[in-house]
């Protein structure tokens, strides 16, 4: 057998660095040593050649034994997915955690190698029931109805009708019902061939693609999709212990470049659900271009730090908005996501619709509509706005972004708006203000939208283990008033001018008693939504400090507190209590605000392969709290320290506690020096400064 090139030029190779080697081991050799290098010259040239002609012959012998061997197939799995097979398998984990969810069940490691977190149980079930009825109104249109566990038959409508009228309609009815004619209905678990499509870009263990398969109507496919082989991997092994492989379709891609590759609009999403650890914003370019037309996007964000003003710089640079820190931050931080959602599909002449709009434990999570229409996207900057916040009293005044007017003819004018709507200094306070912005300053929910989603949570309570919080959350975002940005909340008007706080319902009833309207809020338990203009706000609350009176003289000339509370109201309010203050969900007890569901509760440790348990890695972290703080020190050992410094008042000779000074008084103290600062008595005392 001859060998093939591939071999001849590698044995050239190896002739070709024989010879270099040789040539510049002589050099060295004599160089060094001169004639006796010459002997250790011709010994190093015997080892050095039989070394490599061994090497020669391993290598040939290994090529022609290759030869012989049967290649194997790559694996299917792999090359589906676009990966190399590899040659060293996984091991089986050693623990394993099986976790029923809903109408799934899927098992994961013990070892935080694939992400998952018990507390978004909520956060799952509110997206089944948001895509159920998002798929009951994409269908109804093609005539499509669909069937929920659980969920009993619609009643049919009871018209009054004649006996003549209601013989036509029978014999109507008969003549055109044909087998051919009957309503379609789509069910839970199998395939619908005009249903939805739905991709989870961030899926780990694929949890929530299984629950959609399980549990929503209307689907034709679901798209999981995880960078992670160990999370598609598991992925593939809960699909078929679900019995869903019918449905999931398991994907190992990058969620932007799967999303990038699926812009036609042949080819696009009709529901994308994106749940990322941290921020979404390297996801939403390429979301909002590979939802349909009209189609759903649904968007988590869990980097609440960020968006809730502990730093305005890097939310910047992820949403492009600069956030305040302000005590309405929690629906700012929905204002600014949906900006940065309206902000990205502007760009390809799209605009977004918000059907619903969560702040919820530590995340937030957004359901928008997305469409194209390059007229409506003029509108869009005049639905965003900037935010002016008073430093002193919490003021906060909104500046639109542009101005949209009606002209003759039905057409509309868009324009810059003018402004600003406050003077350098706030009126109320002297102080001076932060700005912020641009964010959402239309509507965040869909007030039809969110009534049928709680009317069928309603219907069917036993289909989710958190309906009692979803009708909570719900019922309160139906009392919203929708076209009031932010909030105020009631202990912050309380501190600001250093009196008693009243009740919600007396704030609530002076309001109502004024003439305003006023509101819950489901992002803060005491939050006040009005449209009271601040100034009625604060007189409000100056009538409430007269029955509460405030110790003026505690108060500096510069505080907000003195300013606000020197002017007096122009407006006298009633704290007299009125029957509609007490909105329903809160006569009713509704669960709007959950109770902290476990110990240690809140986002989870990234996902790492190789990681360690939840478990371990929990009892690490309670063991490192608090590890760089100083432990309490001993009184001997502080005084022995404080001892080795001078006193500053005995070389300045006006310390006059002698002996009993902390501090040493003798000039040659191991801490005197001439580099060393003096310090102060603590036991002395200051003298005031003038």
Not at 246 to 257: E, G, I, K, T
Not at 267 to 282: C, H, K, M, N
Not at 401 to 416: E, I, M, N, Q, R
Not at 418 to 444: F, N, T
Request: glycine share 6%; aromatic share 6%; hydrophobic share 35%.
């Amino acid at each position: 057998m001859t060998s093939p090139p591939l071999y001849q030029h590698g044995g050239s190779q190896i002739l070709i660095r024989e010879t270099c080697i040789k040539t510049l081991f002589s050099s060295l050799c004599l160089k060094k040593f001169g004639g006796q290098g010459r002997l250790w010259m011709i010994h190093a040239r015997t080892v050095l050649w039989l070394s490599l002609t061994l090497r020669s012959t391993r290598s040939l012998c290994r090529a022609h034994f290759g030869e012989w061997q049967p290649q194997r197939p790559p694996n299917p799995g792999a090359m589906e997915n676009g990966t190399l097979p590899c040659r060293e398998e996984r091991p089986p984990s050693a623990q394993e955690t099986t976790i029923t969810e809903g109408a799934a069940k899927i098992v994961f490691p013990s070892s935080n190698e694939v992400f998952y977190n018990p507390v978004q149980e909520f956060n799952r079930d509110l997206t089944c029931a948001v895509i159920t009825e998002f798929a009951r109104i994409q269908l109804g249109t093609k005539g499509i109805q669909i069937k929920v566990p659980g969920e009993k038959d619609l009643p049919k409508v009871v018209v009054n009708l004649s006996e003549q009228e209601e013989e036509k309609v029978e014999s109507k009815d008969g003549e055109n019902l044909t087998p051919g004619d009957q309503p379609q209905i789509a069910v839970v678990g199998e395939i619908c061939e005009e249903g939805l499509r739905v991709l989870e870009g961030l899926a780990a263990s694929g949890l929530r693609s299984i629950r959609f398969a399980r549990e929503v109507p209307g689907l034709r496919s679901v798209v999981a999709n995880d960078a992670s082989a160990r999370a598609v991997d598991l992925m593939r092994h809960n699909v078929q212990l679900n019995g869903v492989a019918h449905l999931v379709q398991p994907s190992q891609a990058d969620a932007r470049m799967l999303m990038y590759q699926h812009q036609k609009v042949s080819e696009r999403f009709d529901v994308i659900d994106l749940d990322p650890y941290g921020s979404p914003a390297p996801f939403l370019d390429a979301a909002v271009q590979a939802v349909s037309e009209g189609g759903l996007l649904c968007v988590t964000c869990t980097d609440m730090a960020v968006l809730a003003g502990n730093s305005g710089e890097t939310c910047y640079s992820k949403y492009g908005a600069m956030a305040l820190k302000s005590r309405a931050c929690h629906e700012m931080a929905l204002r600014i996501v949906l900006h940065s959602l309206d902000l990205r599909a502007n760009c390809y002449q799209r605009f977004v619709v918000p059907l619903l709009s969560i702040s919820a434990d530590f995340y937030v999570r957004v359901f928008v509509r997305i469409f194209t229409g390059q007229a409506k996207v003029k509108a869009s900057a005049s639905k965003q706005a900037l935010v002016f916040q008073c430093v002193g009293c919490g003021a906060l005044h909104l500046q639109r972004l542009g101005k949209a007017a009606g002209a003759a003819g039905g057409w509309v004018k868009f324009s810059a708006a003018c402004g600003p709507p406050v003077s350098p200094e706030c009126e109320h306070c002297g102080q001076r203000h932060q700005l912020g912005g641009p964010l959402w300053a239309e509507p965040i929910h869909n007030l039809d939208f969110v009534g049928r989603v709680l009317e069928a949570v309603s219907a069917n309570p036993g289909r989710f283990h958190t309906s009692e919080r979803i009708r909570g959350v719900l019922s309160v975002i139906t009392e919203e008033l929708p076209d009031v940005p932010l909030y105020y909340t009631l202990d912050q008007l309380s501190s600001t001018i250093h009196c008693n706080t009243p009740s919600l319902l007396q704030l609530r009833s002076a309001l109502l008693h004024a003439g305003f309207r006023v509101s819950l809020s489901h992002a803060c338990k005491n939050a006040v939504k009005t449209d009271a203009p601040s100034s009625a706000l604060w007189d409000i609350m100056r009538c409430w400090e007269k029955e509460c009176p405030v110790k003026r003289e505690r108060l500096s000339e510069t505080s907000p507190a003195f300013r606000i509370l020197s002017v007096e109201p122009r407006l006298q309010a009633n704290f007299t209590i009125r029957e509609d203050a007490n909105p329903s969900s809160r006569q009713r007890g509704l669960k709007r605000f959950q109770a902290n569901p476990e110990a240690n509760w809140g986002p989870r440790p990234r996902a790492r392969p190789g990681a360690k348990a939840a478990s371990e890695a929990l009892e690490r972290r309670r063991l490192l709290q608090n590890k760089r703080k100083e432990p309490a020190e001993d009184p001997a050992q502080r005084s022995a320290r404080l001892k080795t410094f001078l006193c500053k008042r005995f070389k300045e000779g006006t310390c006059q506690r002698g002996d009993q000074c902390c501090y040493s008084h003798s000039p040659s103290s191991p801490g005197a020096s001439a580099d060393a600062t003096p310090t102060d008595c603590p036991e002395t005392p200051q003298p005031e400064p003038p």
